[in-house]
């Protein structure tokens, strides 16, 4: 019986009214509510609250899309962990390839962040992934590791079950494009060797690892099929209720 976990990262999309009316379809379209896969969204910070209330007796979950690395105090714009947590969100997706590239977040801020998420009790899910110049170089481990090598880092292996891996590769997010599900095993497998390397086997099979980039219903089945794949960050098709919920029964259908 596999564990999969499906997470949906609405990006900036949906405010609270679109928020109601997609959380509330979701909910509508699982409602016999007896799906063993774990299911989260990630919508924008100022529509956490509605999504969180109208999950509240679902099992889905929610979850913040960034915060920051201090509590509270000077800094403008931001969310933290104490906030997020006072609104049931379990799960926070860091290190994203947007923030990297359009936030300037680097590796150092991604693992401070990092560490902040799983010491403040909560999931987090980080992301790596190479961008196209370096999947045609060849290079696309060595990004890889040395993002993921940044995170682990600041962590240790007790927090393996509080740390999920994303990996999405640039150039399949948001185009259309996904890695093939050889590729995205490959990879896959090459993170969980990597964190078996440090902390062991056991540890290493805690940590779930989760494809992104164009994940659809069209192509859920390949990918979560693969033996290193736990489960996928959904962008564009997490928005609409009833594609999210067929990956969620896809998941589901391939788990027993
Ligand atoms: P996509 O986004 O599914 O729209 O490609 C995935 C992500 O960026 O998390």
Redesign the pocket.
């Known amino acids: 019986m596999r564990n999969f976990l499906i997470a949906g990262?609405w990006?900036m999309n949906a405010g609270p009214s679109e928020a109601r009316e997609i959380a509330s379809n979701l909910v509508d379209a699982l409602n016999n509510g007896s799906f063993s896969a774990e299911a989260l969204i990630c919508p924008p910070a100022i529509s956490i609250q509605t999504v969180s209330e109208i999950f509240a007796d679902s099992p889905f979950k929610v979850g913040a899309q960034n915060v920051h690395t201090e509590d509270n105090g000077a800094f403008t714009g931001e969310i933290s962990t104490s906030m997020v947590k006072d609104l049931d969100v379990t799960h926070v997706i860091v290190g994203?390839?947007?923030r990297r590239e359009y936030f300037h977040e680097t590796d150092k801020l991604v693992a401070k962040k990092t560490k902040k998420i799983i010491d403040d009790g909560l999931t987090a899910i980080v992301?790596v992934g190479e961008k196209l110049d370096k999947r045609k170089s060849g290079d696309h481990e060595k990004v890889v590791l040395n993002q993921l090598d940044h995170a682990l880092n600041a962590i240790t292996r007790d927090n393996a079950a509080n740390l999920v891996v994303?990996y999405?590769p640039v150039w399949?997010?948001?185009?259309g494009e996904t890695a093939t599900p050889e590729q995205a095993q490959e990879m896959h497998r090459f993170i969980r060797f990597q964190i078996s390397e440090r902390w062991g086997k056991d540890r290493a099979e805690e940590v779930k690892i989760l494809y992104?980039?164009?994940?659809k219903p069209k192509n859920a089945e390949e990918l979560l099929s693969q033996p290193d794949v736990d489960g996928g960050?959904?962008?564009?098709?997490?928005l609409k209720a009833d594609s999210f919920s067929e990956i969620i029964s896809i998941a589901e259908k391939i788990s027993k």
Do not use: V
Request: net charge negative; proline share 0%; with cysteine.
């Open positions: 990262n990006k994203h390839s947007e992301c994303a999405e399949a997010i948001g185009t992104g980039g164009s994940m960050l959904i962008g564009g098709a997490s």
